[in-house]
């Protein structure tokens, strides 16, 4: 934890006997905070894709191709349109969609265009739980009951509908 002390401290003054961040915020410190890392569920698949990758003897082993397939759509699904912050309850379901497998066998090059379907129609089946996570920053067992049943119908659409094409 940072801590106002020595000739920073003279020389504003005071001696910091309150919280860091509110010291700064008082005297008019601003402090600029680094981007915040994935989640460590996406962070451990992308992990488990470069050790399977280095250190495997063979690439044909189906754990190593798995991993691999798998690194590939979330290193495809995660950016952003520059200069675009998505908002935070379009992120909730986009990390509940990657990590509950909803874009497991998606090209890696179709992956954010899936992202993006998969996320349109959670926003259109469970706006109360976007609402509620939007409102309390948080994800309450409610609505990600919500949000995976509308992803899980979403899901069973596409399934349906790839079906359809295919014995077209």
């Known amino acids: 934890m940072l801590h106002i002390s020595g000739w920073r401290a003279r020389r504003l003054g005071t001696l910091c006997r309150l919280s860091c961040s509110h010291c700064l915020f ?10 915040q890392p994935p989640p460590p569920q996406v962070r451990l698949d992308l992990a488990q894709a470069v050790d399977a990758a280095r ?6 082993d189906p754990a190593v191709e798995k991993a691999m ?15 675009t912050a998505v908002p935070l309850e379009l992120q909730v379901v986009q990390l509940l969609a ?5 874009l497991d066998g998606v090209p890696a090059e179709q992956a954010a265009t899936e992202l993006e379907r998969l996320s349109a129609a959670a926003a259109a089946a469970a706006p109360a739980a976007l609402a509620e996570v939007a409102e309390t920053r948080r994800l309450p067992a409610a609505a990600e009951a919500a949000l995976l049943e509308a992803l899980q119908a979403a899901g069973q659409r596409a399934g349906s509908s790839m ?3 295919a014995a077209a």
């Open 26 to 35: 008082e005297h008019g410190i601003s402090v600029v905070t680094a981007p």
């Open 55 to 60: 250190y495997s003897t063979s690439m044909d």
């Open 69 to 83: 397939l798998r690194a590939a759509v979330v290193a495809a699904a995660l950016p952003q349109p520059p200069h």
């Open 98 to 102: 990657l990590q509950r497998g909803f």
């Open 163 to 165: 079906e359809s094409r």
